[in-house]
């Protein structure tokens, strides 16, 4: 059964425009380092489910939508000391981060910006929008995914 997921993406490290020009249109979504968000990379995420990419930072909307092609693996970034997402005591025996393949399905023409996604009623509820919610991996509700949908295809 399909799930449906938001992953957040600081458009200046990775943006969609980014993945859109990534060979096959995908990429692996590596550097969380979240033990909340690693255990739904390393559990919940499976091959086909789909997921809402969202810019945070400056302009913070909704860009599009992936595919989630490769469920989670282990984060090799984690054992890279060059590399910003290096971690001394995670090692490939016993992994401490995870990370999943996404494929880009379609990149929105316009964004659904946060204003327009809190003005939304069927997204009351909607993880994104709660007081203090900063995980960069949530859970998305089929009913919130079906709203983000048409919305994002209303002329």
């Known amino acids: 059964m399909t799930s449906y997921w938001l992953l957040k993406t600081e458009p200046s490290s990775y943006s969609i425009d980014d993945l859109a020009a990534a060979p ?74 995870y990370m999943v393949d996404v494929r880009l399905d379609e990149k929105f023409e316009q964004p659904l910006t946060l204003a327009e996604l809190r003005e939304m009623k069927k997204l009351q509820e909607m993880e994104l929008l709660r007081k203090g919610s900063r995980l960069s991996v949530q859970p998305v509700r089929k009913a919130e995914w079906t709203a983000i949908l048409a919305k994002a295809k209303a002329p």
């Not at 995908?26 to 550097?31: S, Y």
């Not at 390393?42 to 091959?47: G, Y």
């Not at 997921?51 to 599009?64: D, E, Q, T």
């Open 24 to 97: 096959e249109q995908t990429t692996h979504w590596d550097g969380v380092r979240n033990y909340q968000a690693r255990n739904m990379l390393r559990d919940e995420l499976q091959e086909g489910d789909r997921v809402l990419l969202y810019h945070s930072v400056k302009n913070p909307a909704i860009v599009g939508t992936a595919t989630v092609v490769r469920s989670g693996y282990p984060d090799p970034s984690a054992w890279d000391k060059r590399s910003k997402y290096y971690d001394a005591k995670s090692d490939p025996e016993n992994p401490r981060w």
